[in-house]
């Protein structure tokens, strides 16, 4: 059972926008949970996008940003663009110096 | 910029124990700016935490592996390791070690493919 929930896939247009979620099985995201998003190519290390809910990672654009919508995480991309092709990963902290990682989402640009 | 790089066998024996190290450059782990992850990532899946410690002292562990899990620090070499007993090849996956902080800024080793196999 998957504590931590992301959606499987989600397709946008090229400069669509899209919103991707991190939720919890059981109760509400908030910023005390310390939402991150990691941006993944096939074949390649993670990277961090968003720490800390809303933090944008050094050299990040702007057209990603971080947020709580409703009772879940929130990663948006604006103007979408082809290399945002990739899988999308999220990370909340549970407490006691425990982090637990969602399923990821394959965004396709097409 | 911290960089990390992982090394150790990418061929373990079921029931044997799987070693990886993580070298450190660009910050000294002794500063105590980071705490020091494994992430690992099984062949079309996701990421799962497996562990971190900190110059502290404080080690916290995955509890689905806890028992088998064991992360240290070589501040001499400027290293940390990951110790995973009794491998079964539900543990064949890639290894990434890990710098993290404030609260999700993570910088990531490149990776390296463990294979659980007879």
């Known amino acids: 059972q998957t504590v931590v929930t992301q959606e499987p896939s989600f397709s946008v247009s090229p400069g669509g926008t899209i919103t991707l979620t991190c939720g919890l099985r059981?109760?509400?995201?908030?910023?005390?949970?310390?939402p991150s998003w990691y941006q993944q190519t096939p074949g390649q290390a993670p990277h961090t996008l968003i720490y800390?809910?809303?933090s944008r990672s050094s050299g990040v654009p702007d057209r990603f940003s971080g947020s709580i919508v409703g009772n879940k995480a929130a990663l948006t991309i604006t103007g979408a663009q082809a290399d945002d092709d990739s899988d999308y990963h999220c990370?909340?902290?549970?407490?006691?110096?425990?982090?637990?990682f969602g399923g990821g989402t394959k965004v396709t640009v097409l | 910029q911290v960089q990390l790089q992982e090394s150790g066998p990418g061929l373990v024996k079921p029931s044997q124990t799987l070693s990886l190290t993580c070298t450190v450059s660009?910050?000294?782990?002794?500063?105590?700016?980071?705490?020091w992850d494994w992430i690992r990532q099984p062949a079309g899946k996701g990421l799962e935490w497996i562990g971190r410690?900190?110059?502290?002292?404080?080690?916290y562990y995955n509890p689905s592996l806890k028992s088998r899990v064991t992360i240290s620090v070589d501040t001499s070499k400027n290293q940390f390791s990951l110790k995973l007993t009794s491998v079964t090849a539900a543990d064949t996956a890639i290894y990434y070690c890990?710098?993290?902080?404030?609260?999700?800024?993570?910088?990531w080793g490149q990776g390296t493919l463990v294979t659980a196999s007879s």
């Open positions: 890990v710098a993290e902080r404030d609260a999700g800024n993570r910088y």
């Open positions: 660009g910050v000294s782990i002794s500063r105590g700016s980071f705490q």
């Open positions: 410690t900190h110059i502290s002292g404080d080690t």
């Open positions: 059981f109760g509400s995201v908030s910023t005390s949970d310390f």
């Open positions: 800390n809910t809303n």
């Open positions: 990370a909340l902290y549970m407490g006691g110096g425990i982090w637990v």
